[in-house]
């Protein structure tokens, strides 16, 4: 039994001009929806992470970001819509031609990473015991960014 080689480059079909064959994306170009997805997913986890942390006599205080109001919230439900759009995709579902997947991805991302930034710089009036960020916010940050990252991944495989 032979061992099939993995280097030869098979022929194009007969007739076929040169330009038609089209190398299919590899490496990091592919890795659009891969990177979307998990940072999707780390958005949406992340609103179940401490965003405010404090202490105050004897006792140590976290907020989580689902409880820091509705853009807590929100966070989990674009982070949920992104793997959404991601699966539904995988399973064959497309969206119109005049909404591309990453155009719309980019602008999950971008409206997560808004509302990461407004919790960063304002701490709601709720949590006010709170007097520090926790780390699950700048996962929170540093996973919309990645969603950023993905739909433009996304965008370039497009091309």
Known sequence: METPDFFELEAPPAGAPDYARAAPAGGLWAAGERVTWIAGLVLALSSFMD?????????????????????????????????????????????????????????????????????????????????GRGIGIWIALVAALGVIAGGLLQAAEEL
Do not use: C, N, Q, T
């Open 51 to 131: 965003w405010y942390a404090g202490s105050g006599v004897g006792v140590k205080l976290a907020v989580i970001g689902w409880h820091s109001g509705v853009l807590g919230k929100l966070v989990f439900f674009i982070g949920l819509a992104v793997v959404a759009v991601v699966a539904l995709h995988e399973l064959g579902f497309e969206l119109p031609p005049s909404i591309p997947e990453s155009l719309l991805v980019l602008a999950l991302g971008a409206l997560a990473a808004i509302f990461v930034l407004i919790r960063v710089i304002s701490i709601p009036d709720a949590v006010l015991p709170a007097d």
